[in-house]
């Protein structure tokens, strides 16, 4: 279950590397098993910094797809490759953010509580959001102890 309350922060753009794709709902899990290991592959090739933890942004709302970039924060922009990494740039200005703790199940509650809380503040979200996952899961190990940091840029 989410702990913390929303925040209104100004961000700085961040360089990246990711893959993006539109994916099934049903497939997504799968997608960042692949994606995320091949992202990490092509930085370590092109010896650039992972420069934060992974995250995965989502252009406009899902619904039975998903339009979706996955993959980590550089220290410079990388190159293109065969494999589908492309140079990326996380966006700066105005956002909210929500920490979520728990089960990545329990994400849709997190999102419903941010966006009455945007709505109560008369913030209007921007078309894509995304989640940083501060903490890896293991296999055996809690989901409840699982931590998403929600971004969610909003318009001025």
Not at 8 to 19: F, K
Not at 38 to 61: D, I, R
Not at 67 to 73: I, Q, R, S, T, Y
């Amino acid at each position: 279950m989410s702990q913390s309350t929303p925040e209104i922060t100004t961000l700085e753009p961040i360089q990246a590397a990711v893959v993006r794709r539109t994916v099934p709902m049903s497939e997504l899990r799968t997608f960042f098993d692949s994606v995320f290991g091949t992202v990490m592959a092509a930085v370590h090739e092109q010896q650039v910094a992972v420069t934060g933890p992974p995250f995965a942004m989502y252009f406009g709302m899902p619904t039975d797809t998903v339009d979706v970039a996955a993959g980590f924060p550089t220290g410079r922009r990388i190159s293109p490759t065969a494999e589908g990494v492309v140079p990326f740039e996380l966006p700066g200005g105005r956002a909210v953010q929500f920490l979520h703790v728990g089960s990545y199940d329990d994400l849709g509650e997190a999102y419903a509580r941010m966006t009455a809380w945007m709505g109560e503040q008369a913030l209007t979200p921007a078309d894509a959001m995304w989640e940083s996952y501060l903490t890896e899961p293991t296999p055996g190990g809690d989901p409840a102890a699982n931590q998403t940091l929600i971004t969610w840029p909003v318009r001025d």
